[in-house]
Structure formats: C-alpha cells, structure tokens
C-alpha cells in the first residue's frame, strides 16, 4: 500500500487555509498549523470583510483569477450550504483625464469574460444618489462583485479542513534554523517538532521574520487605517442600498456598506508606513483620521 506524502502547512490564513484543504482532497496528509488561530485578528486576511472585484487595471492578471474565484466561491457556497460573498456590485469612479487604469481594466474585463456596465456619471448619481460624486466623470459597475466575509471565512475553511480528516493545530513555528537546511523536523514552540515531507509557508507578513536571509526586508508589511462608521438610521449605507466603491484617482480609497450590523467601512489603501505585524500597535493614525 502506497503511503500518502505528508505536508505541513504553515499558516492558516487565505493562502494557507484553501492549500491544505486543496492538498488534502488531492489524497495528501496534511498537518495545517497557526500560531493565533485561523481569522485571527492579527492576520492579513482575518479582516472583517475583503472586496472581490475584477477592475485592476491594464494587463493584469488579476481580473482573470477573480472571475475564476466569483464561481468557485459559488461552487463552495452551494456545497457547503453558507453564504461567503455578499453580492453588493463594485463600483469604480473614474475622472477624465485620469482613467488610464478604468480604461484598461475595461479591455481585461471584457477578455476574462466579467460581466460588466460603463455607467455616465447621470446614471451612477440615478442609481446612488447617496454618493458624493464631485470630480467623476464615469464609472465601472461589477454586478457580480461585492465583499467576502474574510475571518468567517478563513475559520470555516479550517473547519472543513477538519472535517474532512486534516489535522489542525494552533502553534508557533520555531524560526531558528529555518534556513540553514541542516532541519529533518520542524521545531514547535511548544517544544515538540513536526515531521513532513514537504513543508508550506504560508504566513503573509511573517515571512521575512522566518527567513531573514532569503525574504527579510524583501517584503515589507505596512499600516493601513481602516474606519467603520455608524450612520444615522435612514442614511441608506448599508447593503439594501449601496455598492463596494472605489476611488482610484488620487489615493486609493474604498468603502463598504454596513455588514452585519458593524458599520460602514471605508480605508485607503495607499501604502502606509512599515509595520510590525506581531508587537505593532494596532489604532488608527491621527493623519489618517484628519484624511
């Protein structure tokens, strides 16, 4: 009888969550492990919610990979018998004479097969009047796009990882020796070690601390603000009413509509400064405030 590989997969986060699952259904045995827990609250990908859309851009990959994940999201939901995407629609704002990135996103949304709408700047006042739409001249409407439930989801991915016979286990990875090679087992901060025959790291802003040499400073997480807001009853803000919005002219801005009760979202996503994922202090800027 053929023994099955062994995998260990480090990080239980989006990258690393959907590789041990995936890994597991192609007949491996799969060891998934996190330090903090999967939608954890220091993770990239624990955040309350993600937007999904396919508007980046010229020549970008992107859009094609987000069309493919739109329908494996459904296929997922279907099966699993939860909702996991919020379909709001996305909205992009665009202003003359600075819609390079609108204009070639347009071209890859029609080659990915992206269902779509260029909207004038009437009909996108028509349909929300809500937004404060000084400075745009059109805009890209997704219908399909919207925002996921990122740290339900990542949870729930774990959980089917279980269910499906993978073993989890919340635990820190010993970063010494790492890259020296000289390593038959991976030292666990709980003083045991785990051996595999394949080891996966998937661990987003802590790679550069787990091999300084080979990663370091080649990645560099940094801070960005993000706000949720409580509006007034009657406001329509929430997702009875609104889109995922972004603005892409002179910052990148975003919002979201009221989920699950936890207010309106709204971030900029504009590189912010370096940032200490474990030890860093994790409140909103008196700049970014004022911005």
């Not at 980046?56 to 494996?72: D, I, Q, V």
């Not at 003359?96 to 204009?103: A, H, K, L, T």
């Not at 992206?114 to 059109?138: C, D, F």
């Not at 091999?211 to 009853?233: E, M, N, S, Y």
């Amino acid at each position: 009888m053929k023994t099955k590989r062994h995998v260990a997969v480090v990080g239980a986060g989006a990258f690393g969550g959907w590789t041990a699952l995936y890994l597991l259904r192609s007949g491996a045995r799969v060891t998934l492990l996190d330090v903090w827990g999967a939608g954890n609250s220091r993770a990239s990908s624990g955040g309350e919610t993600r937007v999904i859309r396919g508007t980046y851009g010229p020549n970008s990959p992107y859009t094609a990979m987000a069309e493919h994940a739109l329908k494996l999201w459904h296929k997922h939901e279907k099966e699993w018998k939860r909702q996991f995407l919020i379909r709001t629609g996305v909205l992009w704002m665009a202003a003359s004479g600075e819609d390079s990135f609108e204009r070639g996103s347009v071209e890859m949304l029609r080659r990915a097969g992206t269902k779509y709408e260029e909207l004038s700047v009437r009909a996108i006042n028509k349909r929300w009047p809500q937004i404060n739409l000084e400075g745009v001249n059109w805009g890209i409407y997704e219908p399909a796009g919207g925002y996921l439930i990122a740290r339900i989801i990542c949870q729930a991915v774990a959980e089917r990882f279980v269910a499906e016979g993978g073993e989890y286990r919340q635990v820190a990875v010993s970063s010494e020796e790492l890259e020296t090679g000289k390593w038959k087992n991976l030292a666990l901060a709980d003083g045991s070690a785990l051996a595999a025959d394949l080891y996966v790291f998937a661990c987003g802003p802590w790679l550069g601390k787990l091999f300084p040499r080979t990663i370091g400073d080649r990645l560099r997480p940094t801070k960005q603000d993000v706000f949720f807001f409580g509006p007034p009853a009657g406001e329509k803000l929430d997702v009875q009413y609104l889109p995922v919005w972004a603005d892409h002219r002179d910052r990148f801005r975003y919002g979201i509509p009221g989920n699950q009760g936890r207010g309106f979202k709204i971030a900029d996503d504009t590189r912010g400064p370096l940032f200490d994922p474990t030890a860093g202090e994790r409140v909103v800027s008196a700049d970014g405030l004022r911005a």
